[in-house]
T-cell receptor, first 112, second 114 residues
Framework: SQQGEEDPQALSIQEGENATMNCSYK?????LQWYRQNSGRGLVHLIL?????REKHSGRLRVTLDTSKKSSSLLITASRAADTASYFC????????????FGKGITLSVRP | DVKVTQSSRYLVKRTGEKVFLECVQD?????MFWYRQDPGLGLRLIYF???????EKGDIPEGYSVSREKKERFSLILESASTNQTSMYLC?????????????FGPGTRLTVL
Protein backbone atom coordinates (compact mmCIF):
# COMPACT_ATOMS: atom_id res chain seq x y z
CA SER A 1 0.00 0.00 0.00
CA GLN A 2 1.27 3.47 -0.85
CA GLN A 3 1.91 5.57 2.24
CA GLY A 4 3.50 8.72 0.85
CA GLU A 5 1.97 10.73 -1.93
CA GLU A 6 4.02 13.41 -3.57
CA ASP A 7 2.71 16.60 -5.07
CA PRO A 8 2.97 17.82 -7.78
CA GLN A 9 3.56 14.82 -10.04
CA ALA A 10 5.76 16.90 -12.32
CA LEU A 11 7.51 20.22 -11.94
CA SER A 12 9.37 22.29 -14.52
CA ILE A 13 11.40 25.31 -13.48
CA GLN A 14 14.17 27.54 -14.74
CA GLU A 15 17.73 27.13 -13.54
CA GLY A 16 18.31 29.30 -10.48
CA GLU A 17 14.72 29.08 -9.25
CA ASN A 18 13.69 27.20 -6.13
CA ALA A 19 11.84 23.90 -6.39
CA THR A 20 9.32 22.88 -3.74
CA MET A 21 7.96 19.35 -3.58
CA ASN A 22 5.41 18.07 -1.11
CA CYS A 23 4.67 14.71 0.42
CA SER A 24 1.65 13.61 2.45
CA TYR A 25 1.29 10.39 4.37
CA LYS A 26 -1.43 8.61 6.28
CA UNK A 27 -0.15 6.79 9.36
CA UNK A 28 2.27 7.50 12.19
CA UNK A 29 5.89 7.48 11.20
CA UNK A 30 9.30 7.14 12.80
CA UNK A 31 11.02 9.15 10.11
CA LEU A 32 10.55 10.49 6.61
CA GLN A 33 13.21 10.33 3.92
CA TRP A 34 13.70 11.87 0.52
CA TYR A 35 15.45 10.07 -2.31
CA ARG A 36 16.51 11.09 -5.77
CA GLN A 37 16.61 8.95 -8.92
CA ASN A 38 18.36 9.91 -12.11
CA SER A 39 16.84 8.46 -15.25
CA GLY A 40 17.29 4.70 -15.45
CA ARG A 41 19.34 4.47 -12.26
CA GLY A 42 18.86 3.41 -8.65
CA LEU A 43 17.66 5.71 -5.90
CA VAL A 44 20.06 7.77 -3.83
CA HIS A 45 19.27 8.90 -0.30
CA LEU A 46 19.17 12.67 0.14
CA ILE A 47 17.99 13.46 3.63
CA LEU A 48 16.18 11.95 6.62
CA UNK A 49 14.04 13.82 9.11
CA UNK A 50 12.86 12.17 12.30
CA UNK A 51 9.31 12.48 13.58
CA UNK A 52 10.44 14.73 16.45
CA UNK A 53 12.22 17.15 14.10
CA ARG A 54 10.55 20.00 12.25
CA GLU A 55 13.21 21.17 9.84
CA LYS A 56 16.50 19.95 8.49
CA HIS A 57 19.07 21.32 6.06
CA SER A 58 21.69 19.72 3.89
CA GLY A 59 23.48 21.97 1.42
CA ARG A 60 20.84 23.37 -0.94
CA LEU A 61 18.19 21.05 0.48
CA ARG A 62 15.71 22.00 3.15
CA VAL A 63 13.17 19.54 4.48
CA THR A 64 10.27 20.32 6.77
CA LEU A 65 7.98 17.93 8.58
CA ASP A 66 4.57 18.68 10.04
CA THR A 67 3.36 15.59 11.86
CA SER A 68 0.04 17.22 12.76
CA LYS A 69 -0.74 17.58 9.06
CA LYS A 70 1.12 14.40 8.12
CA SER A 71 3.07 16.24 5.47
CA SER A 72 6.61 17.10 4.47
CA SER A 73 8.17 19.40 1.93
CA LEU A 74 11.51 19.31 0.14
CA LEU A 75 12.92 22.62 -1.03
CA ILE A 76 15.84 22.74 -3.45
CA THR A 77 17.25 26.24 -3.61
CA ALA A 78 19.04 27.77 -6.58
CA SER A 79 18.28 24.78 -8.77
CA ARG A 80 20.69 23.55 -11.41
CA ALA A 81 20.14 21.57 -14.59
CA ALA A 82 21.86 18.66 -12.82
CA ASP A 83 18.99 18.57 -10.29
CA THR A 84 16.76 17.19 -13.05
CA ALA A 85 15.61 13.83 -11.67
CA SER A 86 12.73 12.08 -9.96
CA TYR A 87 12.30 12.66 -6.24
CA PHE A 88 10.62 10.24 -3.87
CA CYS A 89 9.52 10.55 -0.29
CA UNK A 90 9.61 7.42 1.85
CA UNK A 91 8.18 6.86 5.28
CA UNK A 92 9.56 4.59 7.94
CA UNK A 93 7.04 3.10 10.33
CA UNK A 94 7.01 3.01 14.11
CA UNK A 95 7.08 -0.76 14.27
CA UNK A 96 10.14 -2.87 14.84
CA UNK A 97 11.05 -3.23 11.20
CA UNK A 98 13.11 -1.37 8.68
CA UNK A 99 10.68 -1.21 5.78
CA UNK A 100 10.12 2.01 3.94
CA UNK A 101 7.04 2.86 1.94
CA PHE A 102 7.74 4.99 -1.12
CA GLY A 103 5.52 7.43 -2.92
CA LYS A 104 5.14 7.49 -6.68
CA GLY A 105 7.65 10.26 -7.17
CA ILE A 106 7.89 13.76 -8.59
CA THR A 107 9.60 14.43 -11.89
CA LEU A 108 11.62 17.62 -11.69
CA SER A 109 12.92 19.26 -14.85
CA VAL A 110 15.29 22.18 -14.51
CA ARG A 111 15.67 24.14 -17.74
CA PRO A 112 19.10 25.62 -18.37
CA ASP B 1 30.74 4.02 0.76
CA VAL B 2 28.07 1.38 0.63
CA LYS B 3 28.04 -0.48 -2.60
CA VAL B 4 25.09 -2.47 -3.85
CA THR B 5 25.56 -4.26 -7.13
CA GLN B 6 23.09 -6.07 -9.33
CA SER B 7 24.09 -8.82 -11.70
CA SER B 8 22.74 -7.27 -14.89
CA ARG B 9 21.69 -3.79 -16.03
CA TYR B 10 19.54 -5.15 -18.86
CA LEU B 11 18.03 -8.59 -19.29
CA VAL B 12 15.78 -10.06 -21.97
CA LYS B 13 14.01 -13.35 -21.30
CA ARG B 14 11.23 -15.37 -22.86
CA THR B 15 7.89 -16.21 -21.31
CA GLY B 16 8.12 -19.30 -19.12
CA GLU B 17 11.86 -19.02 -18.47
CA LYS B 18 13.23 -19.13 -14.93
CA VAL B 19 14.99 -15.86 -14.17
CA PHE B 20 17.52 -15.11 -11.45
CA LEU B 21 18.31 -11.57 -10.40
CA GLU B 22 21.27 -11.27 -8.07
CA CYS B 23 22.07 -8.51 -5.62
CA VAL B 24 25.22 -8.16 -3.55
CA GLN B 25 26.05 -5.58 -0.89
CA ASP B 26 29.44 -5.03 0.69
CA UNK B 27 28.56 -3.29 3.96
CA UNK B 28 27.43 -6.20 6.12
CA UNK B 29 23.84 -4.90 6.19
CA UNK B 30 21.26 -7.14 7.81
CA UNK B 31 18.34 -5.96 5.71
CA MET B 32 17.87 -6.43 1.99
CA PHE B 33 14.95 -5.60 -0.26
CA TRP B 34 13.65 -6.22 -3.76
CA TYR B 35 11.37 -3.68 -5.43
CA ARG B 36 9.90 -3.33 -8.85
CA GLN B 37 9.33 0.07 -10.39
CA ASP B 38 6.73 0.75 -13.06
CA PRO B 39 5.62 4.06 -14.59
CA GLY B 40 2.83 5.64 -12.58
CA LEU B 41 3.09 3.03 -9.82
CA GLY B 42 6.30 4.05 -8.09
CA LEU B 43 8.31 1.48 -6.12
CA ARG B 44 6.53 -1.59 -4.88
CA LEU B 45 8.10 -3.96 -2.41
CA ILE B 46 8.28 -7.58 -3.56
CA TYR B 47 10.19 -9.32 -0.78
CA PHE B 48 12.60 -8.40 1.97
CA UNK B 49 14.94 -10.15 4.33
CA UNK B 50 16.19 -9.30 7.82
CA UNK B 51 18.75 -12.03 8.10
CA UNK B 52 20.30 -14.99 6.37
CA UNK B 53 17.72 -17.60 5.35
CA UNK B 54 14.95 -15.30 6.46
CA UNK B 55 12.41 -13.74 4.10
CA GLU B 56 9.17 -11.87 4.31
CA LYS B 57 6.61 -11.04 1.68
CA GLY B 58 6.20 -7.47 0.61
CA ASP B 59 3.22 -5.93 -1.12
CA ILE B 60 3.40 -7.87 -4.41
CA PRO B 61 5.11 -11.26 -3.88
CA GLU B 62 3.00 -13.25 -6.33
CA GLY B 63 5.06 -14.83 -9.08
CA TYR B 64 8.35 -14.26 -7.25
CA SER B 65 10.50 -16.04 -4.71
CA VAL B 66 13.77 -15.09 -3.01
CA SER B 67 16.82 -16.69 -1.54
CA ARG B 68 19.28 -15.42 1.03
CA GLU B 69 21.92 -18.03 1.73
CA LYS B 70 24.64 -15.52 2.60
CA LYS B 71 24.34 -12.19 4.35
CA GLU B 72 25.70 -10.19 1.45
CA ARG B 73 23.60 -11.76 -1.30
CA PHE B 74 19.85 -11.60 -1.95
CA SER B 75 18.44 -13.26 -5.03
CA LEU B 76 15.09 -12.68 -6.68
CA ILE B 77 13.68 -15.57 -8.66
CA LEU B 78 10.96 -15.50 -11.28
CA GLU B 79 9.95 -19.15 -11.46
CA SER B 80 8.17 -18.79 -14.79
CA ALA B 81 8.56 -15.35 -16.29
CA SER B 82 5.52 -13.64 -17.73
CA THR B 83 5.19 -10.51 -19.84
CA ASN B 84 3.60 -8.61 -16.94
CA GLN B 85 6.87 -9.01 -15.05
CA THR B 86 8.61 -6.72 -17.53
CA SER B 87 9.83 -3.97 -15.25
CA MET B 88 12.75 -2.24 -13.57
CA TYR B 89 13.92 -4.25 -10.56
CA LEU B 90 15.73 -2.46 -7.76
CA CYS B 91 17.61 -4.05 -4.90
CA UNK B 92 18.41 -2.19 -1.68
CA UNK B 93 20.10 -2.85 1.63
CA UNK B 94 19.95 -1.13 4.99
CA UNK B 95 20.99 -1.27 8.59
CA UNK B 96 19.08 0.24 11.44
CA UNK B 97 21.43 2.57 13.28
CA UNK B 98 20.19 5.04 15.89
CA UNK B 99 16.69 4.66 14.52
CA UNK B 100 17.79 5.45 10.97
CA UNK B 101 16.83 2.95 8.30
CA UNK B 102 18.28 4.59 5.21
CA UNK B 103 18.27 2.29 2.21
CA UNK B 104 21.10 2.00 -0.30
CA PHE B 105 20.10 1.03 -3.79
CA GLY B 106 21.74 -0.84 -6.61
CA PRO B 107 21.66 0.55 -10.17
CA GLY B 108 18.65 -1.54 -11.16
CA THR B 109 17.99 -4.31 -13.67
CA ARG B 110 15.66 -3.57 -16.53
CA LEU B 111 13.99 -6.88 -17.36
CA THR B 112 12.05 -7.43 -20.55
CA VAL B 113 10.00 -10.61 -20.89
CA LEU B 114 9.01 -11.42 -24.46
Amino acid sequence: SQQGEEDPQALSIQEGENATMNCSYKTSINNLQWYRQNSGRGLVHLILIRSNEREKHSGRLRVTLDTSKKSSSLLITASRAADTASYFCATGGTGANSKLTFGKGITLSVRP
Amino acid sequence: DVKVTQSSRYLVKRTGEKVFLECVQDMDHENMFWYRQDPGLGLRLIYFSYDVKMKEKGDIPEGYSVSREKKERFSLILESASTNQTSMYLCASSIILSGRNTQYFGPGTRLTVL
